[in-house]
């Protein structure tokens, strides 16, 4: 199974913007259907947006939709999530991952990294 590296998270005023990269070693990349997920302190960690081997299906979470996309870029071998007009609910790790798109909401299935801290200030 491919790793996983996130990057980019950061401190942002609330309504900015934050574009998270998922970077990931290894050539079976688009073999993997793939997800965002976020856990703020003190809570479960949660599903984010989901999107399939070859990008054309996309998935998000009530909480999300409409504010971030989720994209893939299977030649470089690399997950994004560009996050809009971002809430202070939004504060959270985000953590990328393999996912069981016909579970509801989609599973994570791999191994969970290390994450990027993303803290929104009102």
């Known amino acids: 199974q491919a790793q996983l590296v996130e990057s980019g998270g950061g401190l942002v005023q609330a309504g900015g913007s934050l574009r998270l990269s998922c970077a990931a070693a290894g050539r079976t990349f688009s073999s993997y259907n793939l997800g965002w997920f976020r856990q703020a302190p003190g809570k479960e960690r949660e599903f984010v947006a989901a999107i399939d081997r070859s990008g054309g299906s996309t998935y998000y979470a009530d909480s999300v939709k409409g504010r971030f996309t989720i994209s893939r870029d299977n030649a470089k071998n690399t997950l994004y999530l560009q996050m809009n007009s971002l809430k202070p609910e939004d504060t959270a790790a985000y953590y990328c991952?393999?996912?069981?798109?016909?579970?509801?909401?989609?599973?994570?299935?791999?191994?969970w990294g290390q994450g990027t801290q993303v803290t929104v200030s009102s």
């Open positions: 991952n393999v996912v069981i798109l016909l579970a509801t909401p989609p599973l994570g299935s791999g191994s």
